[in-house]
């Protein structure tokens, strides 16, 4: 397993979204790779300072995005980013994002 860094330089004050987006920063910045399993529950709850059912609702957004997959009694593993859905996803979050940049500014 890759060992992961907190980033503290977001600044939402909700845990399970910041927690979301410094997994997704990760994933897709390739610190994590297709196929590799993130820490158990436990160790990224702790590593984040939050409790279980916060760090939950983080990998659900997660899953849902399709940027991991959860197996119970397997943990959750990268999802592979070849895929064409996963490519069109990170347009769409890029396009977000400069959106977003642009509503700030």
Do not use: C, W
């Not at 503290?8 to 979301?20: R, W, Y």
């Not at 590799?36 to 436990?42: K, P, V």
């Amino acid at each position: 397993m890759t060992k992961i860094e907190k980033d503290n330089s977001t600044k939402n004050p909700n845990i399970a979204q910041q927690i979301f987006e410094d997994l997704q920063k990760h994933i897709l910045g390739g610190q994590l790779s297709a196929g590799e399993r993130l820490l158990g529950e436990r160790e990224l709850a702790a590593k984040y300072g939050t409790n279980r059912n916060t760090l939950r609702e983080a990998v659900r957004k997660l899953e849902q995005a399709r940027l991991v997959s959860v197996r119970h009694g397997r943990g959750v593993t990268v999802a592979d980013f070849r895929d064409g859905k996963i490519r069109s996803f990170r347009t769409y979050f890029d396009d977000l994002t400069l959106i977003a940049q642009m509503v700030d500014a």
